[in-house]
């Protein structure tokens, strides 16, 4: 009975209900939650947890060169037991208060690996009939990819931010990564350096995308010393929250239903082909969207004494 009052709930291991997606909090998080504590118990960290979804996520994708369709559905089963690991390692990281920089580095980076190994595979599965064309679809795809997934990331933090404040919010600043990155060393902190360099410029392109937001945190810095007012953060979470619907589904599970049917249907190519299209458009719409808001909101807080 002692037990069971100390363990934590579901509830508390979600970032917060505005940000989650109905597949993340019906099946997601509660197979996360039973891996969260499966894995405390076991002594296992957060980042140990990511590193095993990244060799789980990349087996899937490699399941994907095959014409097969009971190999596809082995890989999309790793697909969704990878995606499980994923979601469990932000969840024992809030549960056991062990989440770390280096560990948001990685689960970013593992998602980008399982998307690689799964590119690489329809590619080499389409090459005999569409040659060199498969692999120019796929490498333009996969740069409209990296940010739509960016720019869904970085909007939902934005939203917790004024949400939950900075301790609910993995937000980050280019120019306080930047400061960081100078103190440490490349003899010292040589892995933990190298995963920065790449951070750095993963979020340099999400400010790059979002210059009228940039210039409203800037008043905000200046004029309220980064503390944003009560009315602005409820007025922003009203505007904020319709597109968090889009960053859910820039980032996985849609995607991810698409890759599943394009495979049933022995046609990988259309996942390629939704990518550039729907995705992007939900991609434009989104930061036009966020950026006008914010613009408005810039105005407002300058004409705030």
């Given at each position: ?6 363990k ?25 939650y ?9 002594g ?8 095993a ?25 790793l ?49 005999p ?7 120019i679809l796929a ?18 933090n ?8 900075k ?5 980050s ?9 100078k ?11 190298l ?38 953060r409820?007025?922003?979470r ?23 049917i ?6 990988p ?33 300058t004409?705030?004494?």
């Amino acid at each position: 009975m002692k037990e069971q009052t100390k363990k934590p709930s579901i509830e508390s291991t979600l970032k917060s209900l505005d940000t989650e997606e109905f597949i993340d909090i019906h099946f997601y998080r509660p197979i996360g939650y039973q891996w969260a504590l499966f894995f405390h118990k076991l002594g296992v960290s957060p980042n140990a947890i990511t590193i095993a979804s990244i060799f789980i996520g990349i087996a899937a994708g490699i399941c994907y060169y095959f014409q097969d369709l009971t190999v596809n559905i082995l890989g999309m089963l790793l697909l969704v037991w990878a995606n499980s690991y994923d979601s469990a390692d932000g969840q024992l990281a809030r549960m056991t208060g062990q989440s770390s920089p280096l560990g948001r580095i990685l689960d970013g980076f593992c998602g980008d690996l399982w998307f690689i190994s799964i590119y690489a595979a329809i590619c080499l599965r389409l090459t005999p009939e569409w040659g060199i064309r498969i692999w120019i679809l796929a490498a333009i795809t996969g740069f409209f990819h990296s940010k739509q997934a960016a720019m869904a990331d970085y909007y939902r933090n934005v939203h917790l931010l004024f949400l939950k404040g900075k301790s609910g919010s993995e937000l980050s600043n280019s120019a306080t990564l930047k400061e960081n990155y100078k103190k440490l060393s490349w003899k010292k902190d040589f892995i933990y350096k190298l995963f920065e360099t790449f951070y750095i410029n993963y979020t340099v392109g999400q400010e790059q995308l979002s210059p009228k937001f940039q210039q409203m945190m800037q008043v905000l810095r200046e004029k309220y010393d980064g503390e944003a007012p009560e009315w602005f953060r409820k007025a922003f979470r009203e505007k904020s929250l319709p597109l968090m619907k889009y960053t859910n589904m820039l980032s996985f599970n849609t995607r991810v239903i698409v890759l599943f049917i394009s495979l049933f249907i022995n046609m990988p190519w259309l996942y390629f082909v939704f990518e550039m299209t729907v995705l992007n458009i939900m991609l434009v719409y989104m930061i036009l969207t966020h950026e006008k808001f914010s613009k408005e909101f810039t105005r407002q807080l300058t004409s705030q004494k």
